[in-house]
């Protein structure tokens, strides 16, 4: 278990191009899901449709902020470690 995750580390640690890539995808997808809520909100007349449009766009908020926590990770910590364990 600890292998695994140590060499996860080190894959995702080691590009900090990619790292930044997926922190503006997850923004991007953020971005996208809270403009789908406010449109089921200012847009739609409340109904059920309404609702499942909101719950739509706040799973793909929710799956846009956790994507730029992985870059945001992989960028600051992750490299971090991966400098330290790469001299070892």
Not at 10 to 19: E, F, I, S
Not at 43 to 71: K, P, Y
Request: charged share 15%.
């Amino acid at each position: 278990m600890r292998d695994s995750i140590h060499k996860l580390a080190m894959k995702l640690g080691n590009n900090p191009r990619v790292a930044l890539i997926k922190m503006i995808q997850g923004g991007l997808i953020f971005v996208f899901g809270v403009l789908i809520l406010m449109v089921a909100d200012r847009v739609i007349a409340e109904s059920l449709a309404q609702e499942i449009v909101a719950l739509f766009g706040l799973i793909l908020a929710g799956c846009g902020v956790l994507w730029t926590l992985v870059g945001y990770l992989s960028m600051s910590i992750l490299r971090i470690y991966h400098m330290i364990k790469k001299k070892d």
